[in-house]
């Protein structure tokens, strides 16, 4: 009988109780501020980061997984009769994580050959950010649990971060001018004309797709681009940052519109934050025409 595991990164935004819930490895990114390194969901949740990243004038940085953590991780699963790993990094045009996972499974199956043929790792390059891929991976912890095989899991999952888009905004543009996303010029210029960027994310690209003049006009920007592209009765999902009211304010203004309500919500964590700032809402959801 198949024995599944699901693995992914901190950058997927799945909750520590989901985390739980559902038996998912979530691997933690190192943080560094300054001379000092905080592991994230071990030394902070996301609302001491979000005040960690108000207080601290630098630039924060991310550590990648490396080939070394991930060969130890397939060793260990390997070790427990474990036949099939799921494997889902963060977006491998921001990180070098998903090529040390496959770098580490290739050393793994050097070191041990006898592990070929009965046991198998599908390392999945999510493409995105988020619940770009913490969305279907807690869709694969269920499907486990009916019994389907890991190579359906897998290609499951691989359709959907093909196929999945993000509409996301930033309400202040500090952090993206600290981290260098927007340069300086450009940024002070926005904050002063009080415009938000819309940021389409998909297929490891993310580029602004519009602008809009005021916090007021974001959700009613982001509902129109989203009404637009979803596959109709498709799942969706917001993704929110330390304010939970414009995370709730989208959620009704979709439901409204499309009639049902998100299939949930992901609250970003150090990895966007760092670059987006805590103050973000966006929806994610499969779209018609990527």
Request: charged letters at 25%; one cysteine or more.
């Amino acid at each position: 009988m198949a024995k599944i595991k699901l693995i992914t990164d901190a950058a997927s935004d799945i909750s520590p109780e989901n985390e739980k819930k559902l038996d998912i490895r979530v691997i933690p990114f190192k943080v560094a501020m300054g001379d000092k390194s905080y592991t994230s969901g071990v030394d902070f949740d996301n609302e001491k980061f979000y005040q960690m990243l108000d207080d601290y004038n630098g630039i924060p940085t991310t550590s990648q997984i490396t080939v070394f953590d991930y060969e130890e991780i397939f060793k260990e699963y390997y070790d427990k009769g474990y036949s099939d790993i799921i494997n889902v990094t963060i977006n491998s045009e921001g990180s070098a994580t998903y090529n040390n996972a496959c770098m580490a499974a290739d050393n793994f199956f050097e070191s041990c050959p006898e592990a070929k043929g009965k046991f198998n790792i599908y390392n999945i390059d999510s493409e995105g950010y988020t619940g770009t891929y913490g969305w279907p991976l807690m869709q694969a912890a269920e499907k486990i649990k009916k019994g389907i095989p890991a190579d359906e899991i897998a290609a499951y999952i691989q359709d959907w971060v093909k196929n999945c888009v993000i509409y996301f905004a930033m309400y202040t543009l500090k952090y993206a001018r600290k981290s260098g996303r927007i340069p300086s010029a450009a940024a002070f210029v926005g904050e002063v004309m009080g415009l938000r960027p819309v940021m389409r994310i998909h297929d490891h690209q993310i580029k602004t797709h519009t602008k809009v003049r005021g916090d007021k006009a974001v959700i009613p920007k982001i509902l129109d681009l989203t009404c637009d592209e979803i596959i109709p009765q498709t799942p969706y999902c917001i993704v929110y940052g330390k304010d939970e009211r414009v995370r709730d304010e989208l959620a009704e203004a979709m439901t409204k519109k499309l009639g049902y309500p998100p299939a949930d919500s992901f609250q970003i964590g150090a990895a966007i934050a760092i670059n987006a700032g805590p103050q973000v809402v966006g929806v994610i959801f499969k779209s018609s025409k990527p």
